[in-house]
């Protein structure tokens, strides 16, 4: 029975997810279950891209990628691939009409990973954290929303909002990283040897500019995702702040993390201010 093996392709989703995030599986644990299985499958297919393009150095990466797309490109054709990750990818763009549009957009990102390494301009920059990011917040928004497409259409640009903000945020966590281990540079025209605290202050006003339309969405989301959207968007708030707090030429030396403990703390607080109707 395919069901079998369907169950077994989401639970390798599942399994990446929890193996790679522990916040986003923190906020994930907080949507409601029918949401939870297609969010672990969105978020295990853009993981394994990512992957491809930022891990696999000893690899033909360009070949790689081109391979993943072509069997992605089957599964949703023929909604099968013994690939557990892309049958439970498919399986979800199937269920939640998943626009091949969006699909295409996020690949593209990834492609500019595997030649791009410096954004000059805010038009380069801006198409890159669409395909990357704003495009995956519009996947979880199909799913939340079950097919509502007034619905979707008013949230869109809070999710792609939302999107941008966590990409961003993760390109100044990771900035050492992605530059000494991948000789990437995200943010447009910005001089590592020259990073200084005006620099990194510009950075955290664009992100929380994201973070504060997209709290607007959030709070009209189905009641069903609200509690786990809002919970992944406190956890990175919560990181931003920390960056805000630290001193720009340790954020060029090491990677900011928010401990377990605090990661615990903002899912108390998230689930005790829903419960209380307060948001």
Same mark, same amino acid.
């Given at each position: 029975?395919?069901?079998?093996?369907?169950?077994?392709?989401?639970?390798c989703s599942k399994l990446v997810t929890q193996r790679y995030s522990t916040s986003f599986t923190l906020g994930t644990r907080m949507l409601a279950s029918k949401h939870r299985k297609h969010?672990?499958?969105?978020?295990?297919?853009?993981? /394994?891209?990512?992957?491809?393009?930022?891990?696999?150095?000893?690899?033909?990466?360009?070949?790689?990628?081109?391979? /993943?797309?072509?069997?992605?490109?089957?599964?949703?054709?023929?909604?099968?691939?013994?690939?557990?990750?892309?049958?439970?990818?498919?399986?979800?763009?199937?269920?939640?009409?998943?626009?091949?549009?969006?699909?295409?957009?996020?690949?593209?990102?990834?492609?500019?990973?595997? /030649?791009?390494?410096?954004?000059?301009?805010?038009?380069?920059?801006?198409?890159?954290?669409?395909?990357?990011?704003?495009?995956?917040?519009?996947?979880?928004?199909?799913?939340?929303?079950?097919?509502?497409?007034?619905?979707?259409?008013?949230?869109?640009?809070?999710?792609?909002?939302?999107?941008?903000?966590?990409?961003?945020?993760?390109?100044?966590?990771?900035?050492?990283?992605?530059?000494?281990?991948?000789?990437?540079?995200?943010?447009?025209?910005?001089?590592?040897?020259?990073?200084?605290?005006?620099?990194?202050?510009?950075?955290?006003?664009?992100?929380?500019?994201?973070?504060?339309?997209?709290?607007?969405?959030?709070?009209?989301?189905?009641?069903?995702?609200?509690?786990?959207?809002?919970?992944?968007?406190?956890?990175?708030?919560?990181?931003?702040?920390?960056?805000?707090?630290?001193?720009s030429k340790k954020i060029q030396s090491a990677r900011i993390r928010v401990p377990d403990y605090q990661k615990m703390g903002v899912l108390a607080q998230s689930y005790l201010k829903f419960?209380?109707?307060?948001?």
């Open positions: 029975m395919k069901g079998h093996f369907d169950n077994i392709s989401y639970e969010i672990y499958n969105i978020y295990g297919f853009v993981r /394994f891209a990512d992957e491809i393009v930022d891990s696999f150095h000893d690899f033909d990466k360009k070949n790689l990628l081109k391979r /993943f797309e072509d069997d992605l490109n089957h599964a949703i054709e023929n909604k099968i691939s013994l690939n557990p990750i892309l049958n439970s990818f498919q399986y979800t763009v199937h269920q939640n009409n998943i626009q091949n549009d969006l699909i295409t957009a996020f690949l593209k990102s990834m492609k500019m990973d595997l /030649f791009k390494q410096k954004y000059q301009s805010r038009k380069e920059y801006q198409e890159y954290i669409y395909g990357s990011a704003d495009v995956v917040g519009l996947m979880c928004l199909n799913v939340f929303v079950e097919g509502n497409t007034e619905r979707f259409n008013k949230l869109k640009d809070s999710a792609m909002s939302l999107g941008s903000a966590f990409q961003k945020v993760n390109f100044l966590r990771d900035l050492n990283a992605d530059f000494s281990e991948l000789d990437r540079t995200y943010f447009p025209n910005l001089d590592l040897s020259n990073f200084d605290e005006k620099s990194k202050i510009a950075i955290i006003d664009d992100i929380e500019k994201d973070f504060d339309h997209a709290l607007e969405g959030i709070y009209q989301l189905p009641e069903s995702a609200r509690l786990g959207v809002y919970t992944a968007y406190k956890y990175y708030r919560k990181l931003l702040i920390k960056l805000k707090n630290t001193p419960h209380l109707n307060m948001m």
